[in-house]
């Protein structure tokens, strides 16, 4: 379609028929990519970004010259990103920290954004019962990760969705609970905004 596009991917699963690899757009933190990958066979998907424009490949059943032949689909929405930037703003990142334990922890969040550049770093103390709410974080559409460490002992990922505020269930906040287990001291739950 005379489009060029360098790819970030890393293969996710593999089965006895294909390889599965998935990533995004070099420079484009809002798009994704996904393909499954046979003997001789491409099927997957390029998004340039959730709204406007798409692109897919799949192999057909049909061969020329001993090789398989293979659609290229281009999927466009004209103006949606701009009626949507008009009508919505993207949602800020959220989230929430409660310590249900009986001990006082030190809790540290990192925010990255999808090429693993940090955005947001902060650590607080939380005496038992303490809670905090965070939602001025603003960002793009896209997936960003958070790494949450405990006690600077433990640390854990969670990664979260945020969109364009078009209705409930557009983005995600995280919600992270230290709780009194000698196991499992924190619970990470995600609730749709």
């Given at each position: ?6 790819l970030?991917?890393k ?10 690899y998935?990533g ?12 499954a ?6 099927d997957?998907l390029?998004?340039i ?8 490949v799949t192999?057909t ?19 949606t990103?701009?009626k949507?930037?008009?009508?919505c ?6 989230f ?6 009986k001990n ?19 650590t607080?103390s939380?005496?038992?019962g303490?809670?905090i709410?965070?939602s001025e974080?603003?960002?793009e ?31 995600e906040?995280l919600?992270i609970n230290?709780?009194d287990?000698?196991?499992?001291p ?7 905004a």
């Amino acid at each position: 379609m005379g489009k060029h596009f360098k790819l970030k991917l890393k293969e996710t699963n593999t089965t006895n028929s294909q390889t599965i690899y998935a990533g995004y757009i070099v420079g484009k933190p809002e798009s994704s990519a996904v393909f499954a990958v046979g003997n001789d066979t491409i099927d997957g998907l390029i998004n340039i970004d959730f709204y406007t424009l798409s692109y897919g490949v799949t192999a057909t059943d049909q061969k020329y010259d001993g090789k398989v032949v293979h659609l290229i689909c281009r999927y466009y929405n004209e103006d949606t990103e701009e009626k949507l930037e008009q009508k919505c703003s993207p949602d800020s990142l959220q989230f929430f920290l409660k310590n249900e334990d009986k001990n006082t922890h030190e809790i540290s969040i990192e925010i990255l954004d999808f090429y693993k550049e940090p955005m947001f770093c902060k650590t607080y103390s939380l005496n038992p019962g303490d809670e905090i709410s965070f939602s001025e974080i603003g960002a793009e559409p896209g997936i960003y990760r958070y790494e949450i460490t405990l006690d600077r002992n433990l640390t854990f990922e969670q990664k979260v969705r945020v969109n364009y505020v078009t209705g409930p269930g557009s983005s995600e906040i995280l919600h992270i609970n230290l709780i009194d287990h000698p196991e499992y001291p924190i619970t990470i739950g995600i609730e749709s905004a």
